[in-house]
């Protein structure tokens, strides 16, 4: 088993960076292919990065390529976010999530572990 918990979310404006970061507790951490969606008010669950167990491929969504990063530090048992040129269009809840089969999906289902979510606003 494995609980996330994300923190770093916060207000901020267009064009301003915020680092999200999803500490992970249980031993199957590192077995985890790890990834980030985000749900806006009224909208579906998106996928917007991942990264495989090793942090040896990784991928992003095509609408925030060039301005996130995903990154994992499996000594800490941390995934990392690193948003830049935040626009209004990012405002969401981010949730963490882990896939105990080690693969990267865009898809929810198959996530085995989600955290509660961390609110990003970005104010124009």
């Known amino acids: 088993q494995v609980q996330l918990v994300e923190s770093g979310g916060g207000l901020v404006q267009v064009g301003g960076s915020l680092r999200l970061s999803c500490a992970a507790s249980g031993p199957t951490f590192n077995d985890c292919s790890m990834a980030w969606f985000r749900q806006a008010p009224g909208s579906e669950r998106e996928f917007v990065a991942g990264?495989?167990?090793?942090?040896?491929?990784?991928d992003v969504t095509d609408s925030v390529k060039g301005r996130f990063t995903i990154s994992r530090d499996n000594a800490k048992n941390t995934v990392y976010l690193q948003m830049n040129n935040l626009k209004p269009e990012d405002t969401a809840v981010y949730y963490c999530a882990g896939n105990r089969g080690g693969l990267l999906h865009r898809i929810i289902l198959p996530y085995d572990y989600w955290g509660q979510g961390t609110q990003v606003t970005v104010s124009s």
């Open positions: 990264i495989t167990r090793g942090g040896e491929r990784t």
